[in-house]
Nanobody, 114 residues
Framework: VQLQASGGGWVQAGGSLRLSCAPS????????MAWYRQTPGKQRELVAI???????NYADSVKGRFVISRDNARNTVNLHMNSLNPEDTAVYYC?????????WGQGTLVTVSS
């Protein structure tokens, strides 16, 4: 199983980015799918999660700005990030959990400049 994350990059504060996670070997509709992020010296933190049942939850710091969405037809999970600020700078990781297993993507760097 591989989770291929893409869409990271550099953006100015106030801008938007969309991250995409394209797993191979699993079907996203059958898993809890999430995005985490990590900055140097800090623990990896949950940004957004959508359960296999369709419920979603967000870190307080991104509520109202980020949206996680699942495209079952394309077997992908996206993270739409709006109103980005420098505190959102991090490596973002795609995560899949369920059916007794967890999988992590390789991470994609998001840099927000002030």
């Amino acid at each position: 199983v591989q989770l291929q994350a893409s869409g990271g990059g550099w953006v100015q504060a106030g801008g938007s980015l969309r991250l995409s996670c394209a797993p191979s070997g699993i079907v996203v509709s059958m898993y809890n799918m999430a995005w985490y992020r990590q900055t140097p010296g800090k623990q990896r933190e949950l940004v957004a999660i959508e359960t296999s049942g369709g419920s979603s939850n967000y870190a307080d710091s991104v509520k109202g700005r980020f949206v996680i969405s699942r495209d079952n037809a394309r077997n992908t999970v996206n993270l739409h990030m709006n109103s980005l600020n420098p505190e959102d700078t991090a490596v973002y990781y795609c995560f899949a959990g369920g059916r007794g297993a967890v999988y992590w993507g390789q991470g994609t760097l998001v840099t927000v400049s002030s």
